[in-house]
């Protein structure tokens, strides 16, 4: 090796899943030479994998992550386009709310197949290994050594110049970054838990509703949300309180409880089908985990949930983490592959962000859980787009900022603020002296928005009505 030529990087990529396969693309692609060690066997060859959500949203964040290593196209051709939510009420109602304009959609995508055409990516890099089966159990953040355990116990433990914990919510990795001082760790289980049913096709093998919707039923202290499948089912996810699942104890009960609650739902899914998912399954729980920092001095870092586990409320928590894919890459350019520079850096941008969004997805289910219903749910997404339409340089809805657009999670929620400061003082002004509330409002709002008047009429004309 020439004096000037650098040492190749060799990283220990821990976690083959959704981010784990991915940061293994991105650290190939640096030119690092990459270990993936993934605790369970190749899902390629398995026949079922159990675990998290059948099906999951793919937005913005995750798009461009996907982009950055030639994967969008490879993901998005098996992807099902969500423009809009279809939000079902108790009377069997089905209401649609846009997303935004027609080329803002989220995408529905297989998580069995994303991870799969991630880890086949990973192989046709030079210079890196996925090693299966093999479960990280210790490793030292002083000399960059870490230990695996294969299915027979065998124990090998190797060294290299950085640990990327990329293992989940329920982290090895970061369990022994917890033995450490001043590591904060904080995690946070919610009350309600996730059952997965499924939707299947109809007698004419068709879809059985709108494809391209994320299908919602809002209900206060529980809800259930359902995502568009290719073999034209839908995965549909039943979020309720761990006491409600376990009260549902017979058929009847069951049954009674959709009858009630999600009546047009019960004959898609077939009582029979039901009782059977339902009385053979438990509920998962969901749990929030926040740690700080995402590093251990130059040898090891944290990403996706190893980092940052969020209750699934924003549809976020994959998309989140594969743009940390993103922030780490950039930084390592920045800082020239300088781990003990760059890794600081990493936790200095990354880690108040991914705390927003936790925060924010703990919220929504809060207040979701609280006050949505059909009505609510409507008015405030209905209310969102309008203002949006008519200022949208200053009115951009909070989740158009995290589904549809890279705006850091922290600075969305910023702007969010804002918007609810500026839309109850000008409520409150509206209530107090009306017309003139409505002047300080639009004077407010149109202070950055040019021709607002033009948008005015022409948002108003499209209801028939002359401005
Ligand atoms: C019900 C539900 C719905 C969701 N919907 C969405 C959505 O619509 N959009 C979205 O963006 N996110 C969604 N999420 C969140 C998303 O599933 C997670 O954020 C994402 O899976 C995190 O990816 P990860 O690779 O960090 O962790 P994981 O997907 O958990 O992968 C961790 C991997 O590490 C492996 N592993 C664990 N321990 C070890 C070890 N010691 N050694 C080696 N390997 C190990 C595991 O086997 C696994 O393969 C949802 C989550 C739930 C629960
Ligand atoms: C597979 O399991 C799951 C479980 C939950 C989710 C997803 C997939 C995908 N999710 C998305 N949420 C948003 C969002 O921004 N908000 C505020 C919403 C939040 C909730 Cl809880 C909801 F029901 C609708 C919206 C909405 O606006 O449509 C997207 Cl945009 S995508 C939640």
Not at 43 to 49: C, E, S
Request: hydrophobic fraction near 40%; proline fraction near 4%; aromatic fraction near 10%.
């Amino acid at each position: 090796m020439s004096f000037h030529q650098e040492k190749k990087k060799h990283v220990a990529v821990c976690g083959g899943g959704l981010v784990g396969a991915l940061n293994a693309c991105y650290m190939a692609r640096r030119g690092y030479k990459v270990d993936l060690y993934e605790m369970r066997p190749d899902i390629r060859t398995m026949k079922v994998v159990r675990g998290k959500s059948i099906n999951l949203a793919l937005s913005c964040r995750g798009r461009e992550a996907l982009k950055r290593v030639g994967l969008e196209d490879a993901v998005t051709k098996y992807g099902i386009p969500m423009h809009a939510r279809m939000i079902h009420d108790l009377n069997g109602r089905r209401r649609p709310i846009l997303y935004g304009t027609k080329d803002q959609y989220i995408m529905s995508i297989d998580r069995r197949l994303l991870n799969e055409i991630m880890l086949s990516a990973v192989e046709k890099f030079p210079d890196v290994e996925i090693h299966f089966s093999h479960k990280l159990t210790t490793c030292n953040f002083e000399t960059g050594e870490a230990t695996f355990e294969n299915e027979q116990g065998h124990k090998v433990t190797k060294q290299f110049d950085l640990i990327i914990g990329c293992d989940g919510a329920y982290s090895a990795v970061r369990k022994q970054m917890m033995k450490l001082s001043r590591f904060d760790y904080q995690q946070t289980y919610i009350p309600h838990g996730y059952m997965e049913l499924n939707i299947p096709p109809n007698s004419q093998n068709e879809f059985a509703m709108e494809i391209n919707y994320l299908h919602i039923w809002p209900r206060n202290e529980y809800m259930m949300i359902a995502l568009p499948n290719l073999d034209k089912s839908f995965t549909t996810t039943l979020f309720m309180p761990f006491e409600m699942f376990e009260a549902i104890t017979t058929e009847e009960k069951l049954i009674q409880f959709f009858k009630e609650e999600f009546p047009d739902a019960l004959p898609l899914l077939g009582q029979e089908e039901l009782i059977k998912t339902f009385m053979s399954s438990k509920a998962l729980p969901l749990i929030t985990v926040k740690c700080h920092p995402y590093h251990v001095n130059n040898k090891a870092v944290l990403l996706g949930d190893a980092a940052h586990a969020m209750v699934p409320f924003y549809g976020q928590g994959m998309n989140c983490g594969m743009e940390d894919c993103i922030i780490l890459d950039e930084i390592l350019d920045a800082y020239e592959n300088d781990f003990s520079k760059a890794l600081p850096a990493y936790t200095k941008k990354r880690n108040p962000d991914a705390k927003a969004i936790c925060d924010l997805a703990m919220y929504n289910y809060i207040e979701m859980r609280s006050k949505v219903n059909t009505t609510s749910f409507l008015i405030r997404k209905k209310l969102d787009n309008l203002l949006f339409k008519i200022f949208p340089k200053t009115w951009v809805p909070l989740y158009t900022m995290v589904s549809f657009t890279r705006i850091g999670y922290q600075e969305a929620i910023q702007r969010r603020e804002w918007q609810d400061q500026v839309l109850t003082r000008c409520l409150t002004v509206l209530g107090i002296t009306g017309v003139v509330g409505l002047g300080v409002m639009t004077y407010q709002l149109s202070q950055n928005y040019v021709h607002w008047s033009e948008r005015v009429q022409n948002i108003l004309s499209q209801f028939g009505m002359v401005y």
